[in-house]
């Protein structure tokens, strides 16, 4: 099956590194044109951006905090000047603060609900009215395996994450009679800047709860985005599809 995305305009959250950047790559490969949503690293964004343009796709930037409602909409308000349309939205930011529970900081639940979980509303309601107005629209949002599963020290993250599956849905049915499709994907351990900091014996303990045995590549995670971008998808929607090695089957 040939995904082609020629024709649709495409916007990444946290496209300049990471899954976000593997993401924005696969979605310009297939034909896409993306805009990279940054929050602090420029340079980072700017080398997305020119991978995506040595691959022969096309790509912009567009800096904005994913929570910040006056800049996501100023963001879309451009996108929409220099492309006219808006096909595909991949809520893909996200951070983590991880302590224990019982010493979990204000700011630490709040700073991670705020950027995972509200920037994804944010972000969603944001584009809504322009994908009503074509009758068609994806958009796909980068859950975790840790919002189904809970996970020592990230009550915050987990919190956040299975808000996203519930958010996911309720977009799914209010938006299905316009053609707009909603989905959440949900990785299990990627390799990223997120999990490089995990200690060897963490590694040890997480590798032996993942059936194959290995961490992903984001590039794996990033040929479902597209897939749920693509026309193949059509009939899909209100759904949480894992990309976990087999962690988590229901
Ligand atoms: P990462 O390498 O740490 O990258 C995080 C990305 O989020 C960066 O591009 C960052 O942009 C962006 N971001 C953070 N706060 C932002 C904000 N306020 N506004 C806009 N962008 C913001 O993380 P990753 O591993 O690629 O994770 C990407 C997504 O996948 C996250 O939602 C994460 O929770 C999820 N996920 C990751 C894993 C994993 O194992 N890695 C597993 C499950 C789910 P700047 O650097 O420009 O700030």
């Known amino acids: ?19 976000g950047r593997a993401v924005a790559l696969a979605l310009a490969t297939a034909g896409a044109s ?29 800096q904005a905090d994913v929570a910040d409602a006056q800049q996501v909409d100023a963001l879309v308000r451009e996108l929409l000047a220099n492309h ?16 224990l529970l019982m010493r979990m900081k204000d700011e630490e ?19 809504l009215r322009q994908m009503s107005k074509q009758r068609s629209g ?12 809970g996970n020592v020290g990230q009550a915050n993250y987990a919190a956040a994450k299975a808000g996203i599956l519930g958010f996911t849905k309720t977009t799914a049915r209010e938006m299905a009679s316009r053609g707009i499709t909603a989905n959440a994907v949900a990785p299990g351990f990627i390799e990223t800047e997120m999990t490089a900091t995990l200690g060897e014996e963490t590694r040890q303990t997480i590798l032996a709860r993942i059936p194959l045995a290995r961490f992903a590549q984001p590039a794996e995670v990033a040929n479902l985005v597209c897939f749920l971008a693509s026309d193949a998808a059509a009939y899909i929607t209100g759904q949480t599809i894992n990309v976990d090695g087999g962690m988590v089957m229901e």
């Open 1 to 19: 099956m040939k995904l082609d995305l020629s024709g649709r305009v495409a916007l990444v959250t946290g496209g300049g590194r990471g899954i």
């Open 138 to 149: 994806r958009i796909i949002n980068i859950a975790s395996v840790i919002g189904q599963l």
């Open 84 to 99: 006219k349309r808006l096909d595909i939205l991949v809520n893909n930011a996200g951070i983590t603060r991880d302590a």
């Open 34 to 62: 993306v805009t990279v949503n940054f929050h602090t690293s420029a340079t980072a964004a700017e080398e997305t951006v020119a991978a995506v343009r040595a691959a022969g796709g096309t790509a912009h930037l567009a």
């Open 109 to 127: 639940f709040d700073q991670v609900l705020h950027t995972n979980l509200r920037g994804v509303f944010v972000c969603t309601r944001a584009v």
